[in-house]
């Protein structure tokens, strides 16, 4: 059973910047896919940004130009960093990892809360 352990969320003022980090309980060199996802209060949780294996890295509209996902294998982290926030990112951040054998399964963080306001 892989674990998922987000850090780095927080407070931060509009047009700041924040870095999560997801660490895996072990190697994340055989996921499919690594990404990040949100859930704002009374919406449904959505894709921010994701590196799936043989695709392009694949980021949210909102956040495009301002987030930067990011994989290190040795260290078993997938980070996002977040710039230019602004208040519409808030929401908690869940970090999730695919594994693909002989069915799909999805692996979630317990999530990291981020709060954009002045």
């Known amino acids: 059973q892989v674990q998922l352990v987000e850090s780095g969320g927080g407070l931060v003022q509009p047009g700041g910047s924040l870095r999560l980090s997801c660490a895996a309980s072990g190697s994340i060199v055989g996921f499919y896919s690594l990404g990040w996802y949100r859930q704002a209060p009374g919406k449904q949780r959505e894709l921010v940004a994701a590196?799936?294996?043989?695709?392009?890295?694949d980021y949210a509209g909102s956040v495009k130009g301002r987030f930067t996902i990011s994989r290190d294998n040795a260290k078993n982290t997938v980070d996002l960093q977040m710039n230019s926030l602004k208040p519409e990112d808030t929401a908690v951040y869940y970090c999730n990892a695919v594994l693909v054998l002989v069915s799909r399964k999805d692996f979630w963080g317990q999530g990291t809360q981020v709060t954009v306001s002045s």
């Open positions: 590196i799936t294996r043989g695709e392009p890295v």
